[in-house]
């Protein structure tokens, strides 16, 4: 099909990205911490960390592990909020050959022990805060080295140990915990690891753009997360793509390396991953939010110096809006309020524009897309409602259940191709195969029409996934773990529209035991589901509508 949406692009927007521009994700990194050495990556709490301090780290970090005997390609978990150590430990990770397994710090430890397995990682960089649920499953996971890091590991001396005492001993941030060490197991600090790493060089490793970089793990249509293999061509790609898309919006600003990106949004999270290594393609600089529910001390931040590129979610606009310091915060050097993770309200993006002067420009994408797929152009000054425009390089089809592509304006499943959408689904080659057409489109489980102009926009969603603040929620999931509640006897998971996080769990039970109560049950989920996972109603019945061969019909909870 025609690619009608290339004479709706903004002018200047080229309509190719050639990722083979590079040999690899890591010549990209590299030549940007020599390029910029001098100027700065990230900032956190008030403390810098320039290119070249990235450089250095990185490089004795990656040399540690590979004096571990680690094989080739080996994957390693990083299990970090935003903090200066994420950066250097993706970093170290791809300079060394190795492979990038993002985690979430605040998973149970269900669901960390899957992850781990399932990827195989023998290695896991983890904050201190989080080593209690690793601790909890280690014993039952292939992870032999475990790096672990405090809070001020990377912000100073003297402030660095202050934050790190406050976090452990005054605030109580740490639970205690125990690694256990059969096996040949090992626990290194991470100021070890770098002052270790810093005595040997590290040595080359030869990487093509086909090398796995990331196995990005999403929610899985089974009840367990898939990992996305993600390539350095896929990353690549996904970086140039969304710098050529967002040039109308920043060319003003002459240097690049000015600008500068709030990194709120989790940076294991692929939205957030891949404008921080955009920012790295750019020579720009982030600021980094560790904790961005902490709203009032978000906006101080906001206020401390000028901004240019705000990445987020609908609740999180939301959020910032409700507090009463936003109206405090100075908004004229922002270039570019990208929404993306979730859909974006019509509400949120009036309000928003009103108070700030800022278009909310709204994208879609998936983990198994680097998080790029199509965008609204950065140029526009009204919120559309939809989902835009496909980036440089990507074709997106509206198909019907035979992979055949519908009548234009005739409703379908969106389905994607380009050199940023995964190679398929860590060891599932069933789940891959499912998840791609014959001519090589993705299917991505969302309902669409393209319109006559080349925009796509969102209909409905094929698959019973939930999105809940940006994040991915299978109903499968939710249902195998609360039915191994005592008491349940089977239960139903879908999504209710939310005002706060899009949409909300709700879950339906039938339960065996009248002793089994909304607490009981919100414990167990708490025990057993990371926050965004959990319901947020619970209601009981005494049985589910289901097909006449016994599938629940979610639908019908839906629309009752």
């Known amino acids: 099909m025609e690619k009608i949406w290339l004479e709706h692009y903004p002018p200047g927007v080229p309509h190719e990205i050639h990722p083979e521009q590079y040999s690899s994700l890591t010549q990209l990194m590299e030549q940007s911490f020599k390029a910029n050495s001098q100027c700065p990556f990230s900032v956190c709490m008030d403390r810098w960390m320039s290119y070249g301090e990235l450089d250095h780290l990185s490089t004795a970090l990656g040399s540690w592990f590979q004096s571990q005997g680690l094989e080739p390609g080996a994957r390693i ?21 190795y492979t990038c397994v993002n985690v979430n710090p605040l998973y149970t430890a269900r669901e ?125 790609a996904a970086m140039l793509q969304a710098e050529a898309w967002f040039t109308p919006a920043i060319h003003d600003l002459g240097d690049l390396r000015k600008i500068n990106s709030i990194a709120a949004l989790p940076l294991y999270h692929i939205f957030a991953l891949t404008l921080c290594l955009l920012a790295i393609r750019q020579g ?64 949120t993006a009036k309000n928003w524009q009103s108070a700030t002067g800022s278009t909310m420009i709204e994208g879609w994408g998936m983990s198994e897309t680097c998080a790029i797929g199509s965008n609204n152009p950065v140029t526009q000054k009204t919120f559309s409602g939809d989902i835009g425009f496909p980036l440089p390089s990507i074709d997106m089809a509206i198909k019907d259940d035979e992979g055949r592509t519908v009548a234009q304006g005739e409703s379908g499943e969106i389905c994607i191709r380009g050199p940023n959408v995964m190679t398929g689904y860590y060891q599932q080659p069933e789940e891959t195969a499912k998840a791609f057409t014959a001519d090589g489109f993705m299917r991505t489980g969302d309902i669409g029409i393209m319109e006559a102009n080349g925009r796509f926009k969102i209909v409905d969603r094929k698959k019973d996934m939930i999105i809940v603040s940006g994040f991915n929620v299978f109903p499968n999931e939710l249902e195998n773990v609360i039915s191994t509640c005592p008491g349940v006897v089977e239960c139903a998971a879908i999504g209710i529209p939310d005002t706060m996080q899009g949409e909300a769990i709700k879950v339906f039970v039938v339960r065996n035991d009248p002793q089994l109560t909304e607490e009981t049950l919100n414990s167990f989920c708490h025990a057993n589901l990371t926050g965004y996972k959990r319901p947020k109603y619970i209601e009981f019945r005494d049985e589910l509508p289901k097909t006449n061969v016994g599938k629940i019909l979610r639908r019908e909870l839906r629309n009752k």
């Not at 250097?88 to 050959?97: K, S």
């Open 77 to 97: 978990a990083i299990m970090l909020p935003n903090l200066p150590q994420f950066a250097v430990t993706m970093a170290a990770v791809l300079r060394a050959g």
């Open 112 to 236: 960390l022990e899957h992850q781990l397995k399932d990827s195989g990682a023998t290695t896991i960089v983890i904050l201190e805060n989080f080593a209690h649920t690793l601790a909890d499953v280690i014993e039952r996971t292939p992870v032999k080295h475990i790096v672990l890091t405090s809070l001020g590991d990377l912000l100073g001396v003297v402030y660095g140990r202050w934050m790190t005492f406050a976090v452990r001993h005054l605030a109580k941030l740490v639970p205690a915990f125990e690694i256990p060490l059969s096996n040949n197991r090992q626990v290194t600090s991470f100021k070890s690891a770098l002052a270790e790493g810093q005595k040997r060089p590290l040595k080359t490793v030869p990487q093509k753009l086909d090398d796995i970089a990331f196995l990005q793990y999403t929610g899985g249509t089974t009840g367990l997360s898939k990992g996305a293999v993600l390539t350095h061509r896929n990353v690549v």
């Open 284 to 347: 720009s600089h982030m600021t980094l939010i560790p904790n961005p529910r902490d709203f009032g001390k978000f906006i101080e931040v906001l206020k401390k110096r000028p901004f240019h590129m705000l990445p987020g979610v609908n609740t999180l606009f939301n959020a910032l809006m409700m507090h009463p310091q936003f109206k405090t915060i100075d908004f004229s050097t922002l270039r570019a309020t990208q929404a993306g993770g979730m859909a974006a309200s019509e509400g």
